[in-house]
């Protein structure tokens, strides 16, 4: 259930360009974007990383971006869900610390009024810039050393879907009636096993309370202590569960995908939920490598509340 991160960055950090040496034509910048004069990108593909060099060390000041080479497919509008490749690059030395081309899973960001308010340079410089450019990206990262550089190939725009939403109770209740949510038994362990219907589940966050807790509610801001099992809806396969350790496990509700911060907000410890979450509040429709794909379900027991240090 943790919050999947690629290469320690922040939002994922785009570039996009059609390959090769392009004459950039079109240059997009914004933030403290004199940092990014010297960097260059050649050769590459949508397939294959390229090279990047800058004059090093590139001493990461604030936020920046730029387009460092233009492509020349259609303008990336707002609204738009943008997919890309990116390379990760060490500011101090130009090292290779990872890409996205090696696994061949481009990851996606949606051009929306959060991106906007929560990395405005990044939108502003992705607004409007063509299909199959490449975009540099910087910031500075409290905690990580070294600070990174990230350069992104947009590959493609497509209007984003709906955001999903959190179902009303009462829509729960229809959903449940109608018998198109997952229920659970138990094995010898007391570890859940799940019966995941025949249907389509719902393109938003359904919350139920299996059985409700007398202890503290809850907030986003929370650290909890729980007991949980989690399956992928369309093939019903478990891809996680902390009851083979026998005991829960503790972690932030900050540093969840956004399916758990949301339904766990609320509820109060002792309680059982049933939590079916879309790909957009999971980890995605392709996840990153290693994580699930798709409307995932979870069986959570929120055993405590953990007091901070």
Request: charged share 25%; net charge negative; with cysteine.
């Amino acid at each position: 259930m943790r919050k999947a991160l690629t290469l320690a960055l922040p939002l994922l950090l785009v570039l996009t360009a059609c390959g090769g040496d392009t004459e950039n034509t079109e240059r997009k910048t914004a933030g403290d974007a004199a940092i990014l004069e010297s960097v260059r990108v050649d050769g590459g593909s949508d397939e294959e990383a390229p090279e990047v060099t800058f004059e090093s060390p590139l001493e990461v000041t604030g936020p920046a971006a730029a387009t460092i080479t233009t492509g020349d497919g259609e303008p990336i509008a707002d609204g738009d869900r943008v997919s890309f490749h990116l390379v990760g690059l060490n500011a101090e030395d130009g090292a290779v610390l990872g890409d996205t081309y090696s696994a061949g899973q481009p990851q996606t960001l949606d051009l929306t009024e959060q991106l906007q308010e929560v990395d405005p340079e990044l939108y502003e410089v992705l607004l409007g810039t063509a299909i199959g450019s490449q975009i540099a990206y910087t910031t500075v990262l409290e905690g990580q050393d070294p600070q990174q550089l990230i350069v992104m190939r947009v590959l493609s725009a497509e209007e984003a879907p709906p955001v999903p939403e959190v179902l009303t109770p009462e829509e729960v209740e229809e959903l449940d009636a109608d018998g198109q949510l997952p229920t659970f038994t138990f094995d010898d362990d007391e570890a859940p096993v799940i019966d995941i219907p025949d249907n389509e589940p719902s393109d938003d966050l359904v919350i139920k309370v299996l059985e409700a807790g007398d202890g503290e509610v809850l907030t986003e801001a929370d650290t909890i202590a729980a007991n949980y099992a989690g399956w992928r809806w369309d093939d019903g396969e478990q891809f996680d569960s902390s009851y083979p350790g026998g005991e829960p496990v503790e972690f932030p509700l900050t540093g969840v995908i956004e399916g758990w911060t949301k339904g766990l907000a609320g509820q109060t410890v002792g309680s059982k939920v049933l939590l079916v979450i879309p790909a957009p509040m999971g980890y995605g429709d392709p996840a990153p490598e290693g994580r699930p794909s798709g409307t995932l379900a979870f069986y959570v027991e929120i055993v405590e509340k953990v007091a901070a240090e």
